[in-house]
């Protein structure tokens, strides 16, 4: 078995030789200076070797002392952060979070920093995919994306997101692309990304053959085709609430305003049992921002 000195001796000792002053040290630790000095005794004959030594009127390390210091503080201060970092992991939550690329970046890291600052004991993991990429795993406590089939696990929640719309958009900024101006074809392209199955459901659902036959330039994420169209690169697909925010701003604009489709988001929620957890707290967050979309989640 390991033998261990006093620690309490340890501590007061450590005080001491940092200031080399048993009334600074008994300031620090709240104590008396004849308890400091106490307590030093007791270490001293504890290791058998003077610690101080007294010059008239001041304190002074021996060389024991001078060793044994900068050890015990180095030992304190690990001691201290183990019990920081053991306390952070108890009170922090981390939340996983499943997002499409469009969404996270357009849409909620502008937002996001709210929530964060109401509840500073959550840590967040934000992993972005395609949205019509699924759900392989269900890696994430919460996942929003559009899945047509998916067998949801009993231990998560379905929420449908009632109100979203899908839509072509432009910059004002671009010649009408309906024109038949030959001049104006030449500027009007389709900006296809991870959103290609949007196009096909929005050409056959809105206009059919209309834009068949015009240049399409692809992209591996739907939001970098979102940012060409926001340079006049051409027209892009997009939602409610991907470019909320755009179209607000004048950025954007609604291609054929009046065909449009719903887009069939959804939320797959971890169930839990806590009413103050990271996930409820988070879902609640999420649905009081996408009311003032007029969005609303609805479990199915």
Known sequence: MRRMPPLNPLRVFEVAARHEHFGKAAEELSVSDSAVSHQIRVLEEYMGVKLFLKEGREL?????????????????????????????????????????DSIASKWLVKRIGRFLEAHPDIELELKTTEAHAGVQDLYADI???????????????RYLLNGVEMFPVCSPTLP???????????????????????????????????????????????????????????????????AADYLTEGRLMRLLPEMSIPEHLQLIVRRTQEENSAIVAFCSWLNDELNELGIELESF
């Open 60 to 100: 002074r390390l021996t060389s024991s002392g001078r060793s044994l210091g900068p050890v015990l503080k180095q030992a304190f201060d690990l001691i201290a952060d183990a019990a920081v970092s053991v306390s952070k992991q108890k009170t922090q939550a981390i939340l996983k979070l499943s997002v499409p």
């Open 143 to 157: 996942s929003l994306g559009v899945w047509d089939e998916l067998d949801v696990p009993e231990d998560y929640i």
């Open 176 to 242: 009408d692309p309906m024109s038949r101006d030959p001049e104006n074809q030449s500027r009007f392209r389709l900006l296809k990304g991870d959103d290609n199955p949007r196009w096909t459901r929005w050409f056959k659902s809105c206009a059919p053959g209309l834009m068949a036959e015009a240049e399409t330039i692809r992209y591996q994420q739907s939001s970098l085709a979102l940012e060409a169209a926001l340079y006049g690169q051409g027209v892009a697909m997009s939602d409610s609430i991907t």
